[in-house]
């Protein structure tokens, strides 16, 4: 279902030349923000972003493709201008691929769509692949493990559990107050040199001051039990039906690139680029160039 209210619901600007719209897609009564860019008579396109960002950070990357896609880019559900459920299970990882089916089934019914994600939506983008590959024409996922590939590794790797110690924090009832601490100085410093203009942060920190936004983002975290060491998932790994490639920065010192290697074990068939001198952030400081490697497979 889409919600179009002229004024209100959808907006409509020029962008680097590209038609621009907002508008609602509601999933099982959760409402879902989704920007769109570039003529819906091109092939489409969906971006799914990761901790602790949301579709504006994404941006970047969407005009450089609006060109020569439809592109579609969600807030996901407890983030930002998205509904945030209260309840933990709501953030699981089937409910976080289901909004992604319900945003294409109203906006590109019927439709294969290319599906990009990074970090979590990365994670996202793999567990789509392996749940609806007739839905998927293709994937490029940045810096994002498949769920049952990052339990492997959680459980079996001692370098990336000590990467990943950061999760277990994620996970504790009080961590809003941490993240909320001295103006959200640790999410900025995460973020690090993307975030050094003023106006960038000032964007970030209004998505952040949306009531109950900081407790859905990390409810994304608290759902996962493929994060614990020993934990579950019912994510299967995927069929080879869906071309994916997979990109991950040298310097990721969250998610190793190791954690990338580990992949082409479970499916030999993906293609594999580790971006040398490049962070977990390229898709932000190199949209240009992240995009170039997304439009051509």
């Given at each position: ?204 920190i209004a998505a952040w001051q949306r009531p109950g936004r900081v407790t859905g983002a990390l409810n994304w975290y608290r759902a996962a039990e493929f994060v614990l060491v020993g934990g579950n998932c019912n994510i299967p790994i995927p069929d080879g039906r869906v071309p994916v490639r997979l990109l991950w920065g040298e ?47």
């Amino acid at each position: 279902m889409i919600e179009q209210k002229l004024g209100h619901d959808v907006g409509i600007t020029e962008l680097n030349h590209a038609q621009t719209a907002t508008m609602i897609v509601s999933n099982q009564g959760v409402r879902l923000h989704v920007t769109t860019i570039g003529n819906c008579a091109n092939p489409a396109l969906v971006i799914m972003h990761g901790f602790p960002d949301c579709s504006n950070g994404m941006m970047a990357l969407a005009e450089a493709l609006a060109n020569e896609y439809f592109v579609i880019v969600p807030d996901g559900r407890g983030v930002n201008l998205s509904d945030a459920p209260t309840d933990v299970a709501a953030y699981e990882i089937t409910q976080l691929v289901s909004d992604v089916i319900a945003i294409a089934d109203a906006l590109i019914p019927g439709q294969q769509f290319v599906l990009v994600g990074h970090d979590w939506g990365g994670a996202v983008a793999w567990a789509t692949v392996s749940l609806y590959p007739e839905r998927i024409k293709r994937s490029v996922i940045y810096a994002g493990p498949h769920p049952a590939v990052f339990l492997d590794a959680i459980t079996h790797d001692e370098t990336q559990q000590r990467a990943s110690l950061y999760m277990h924090a994620l996970r504790q009832p009080d961590f809003e107050n941490t993240f909320k601490q001295d103006n959200y100085a640790l999410p900025i410093q995460v973020f690090g040199i993307m975030l050094l203009s003023d106006a960038k942060k000032s964007q970030m920190i209004a998505a952040w001051q949306r009531p109950g936004r900081v407790t859905g983002a990390l409810n994304w975290y608290r759902a996962a039990e493929f994060v614990l060491v020993g934990g579950n998932c019912n994510i299967p790994i995927p069929d080879g039906r869906v071309p994916v490639r997979l990109l991950w920065g040298e310097l990721d010192g969250a998610l190793l690139p190791s954690l990338a290697l580990r992949h082409l074990s479970k499916m030999p068939w993906i293609e594999l680029q580790i971006l040398a001198g490049m962070s977990h952030w390229f898709p932000h400081t190199h949209p240009v160039q992240c995009a170039d490697l997304i439009r051509h497979p």
